[in-house]
T-cell receptor, first 114, second 113 residues
Framework: AQSVSQHNHHVILSEAASLELGCNYSYGGTVNLFWYVQYPGQHLQLLLK??????LVKGIKGFEAEFIKSKFSFNLRKPSVQWSDTAEYFCAVNYGGSQGNLIFGKGTKLSVKP | DAGITQSPRYKITETGRQVTLMCHQTWSHSYMFWYRQDLGHGLRLIYYSAAADITDKGEVPDGYVVSRSKTENFPLTLESATRSQTSVYFC????????????FGDGTRLSIL
């Protein structure tokens, strides 16, 4: 079955630490990949997306993600986190393009200590 | 920009009651979606709509009904609410296609007693 796995349920970092959140998907065909962020009490916002091309994708607020097809992974990274990055992060995968829905991972809660 | 507006933001109701969650978008996006967000499950798709009068089931449609008579509105109805439907409900839209980035509303927190 199509699925999305986010390995870390809760990550706690100090400000200026580097961040990497894991995301793996289960399907080997055409995929479109997304990371969304949900700040406390707010709606989901798109951080970045990958459809094709350069597997290193840069998004808003200094985030980037790397698509590694051989590992079915799309990990999110940020070199130096800030307290304002405290939020929940969702990886989402569209399997099969326009014929497929968006499947979300269960989310990773990031807490950044000032 | 107004974007997507969901109402109500909070709702408490009792089991067996009918409740309708409203979703209105100002972008004229073709696609609209309803998700529920539960702890430990992330977001799960309930229903989606490709255009006015075209709707289809998502992953967890049982117990829900949708309609889309106008492009800008996509109400979600729980015909006979159950406690298992206590959740946060998000409406979303995309310009065209389920594979495109989606824009989300602020959510409705629904509690069923």
């Amino acid at each position: 079955a199509q699925s999305v796995s986010q390995h870390n349920h809760h990550v706690i970092l100090s400000e200026a630490a580097s961040l990497e959140l894991g995301c793996n998907y289960s399907y080997g065909g055409t995929v479109n990949l997304f990371w969304y962020v949900q700040y406390p009490g707010q709606h989901l916002q798109l951080l970045l997306k990958y459809f094709s091309g350069d597997p290193l994708v840069k998004g808003i607020k200094g985030f980037e993600a790397e698509f590694i097809k051989s590992k079915f992974s799309f990990n999110l990274r940020k070199p130096s986190v800030q307290w304002s990055d405290t939020a929940e992060y969702f990886c989402a995968v569209n399997y099969g393009g326009s014929q497929g829905n968006l499947i979300f991972g269960k989310g990773t809660k990031l807490s950044v200590k000032p | 920009d107004a974007g997507i507006t969901q109402s109500p933001r909070y709702k408490i109701t009792e089991t067996g009651r009918q409740v309708t969650l409203m979703c209105h978008q100002t972008w004229s996006h073709s696609y609209m979606f309803w998700y529920r967000q539960d702890l430990g499950h992330g977001l799960r798709l309930i229903y989606y709509s490709a255009a006015a009068d075209i709707t289809d089931k998502g992953e967890v449609p049982d117990g829900y009904v949708v309609s889309r008579s106008k492009t800008e509105n996509f109400p979600l109805t729980l015909e006979s609410a159950t406690r298992s439907q206590t959740s946060v409900y998000f409406c979303a839209s995309s310009v065209q296609g389920r594979e495109q980035p989606q824009h989300f509303g602020d959510g409705t927190r629904l509690s069923i007693l």
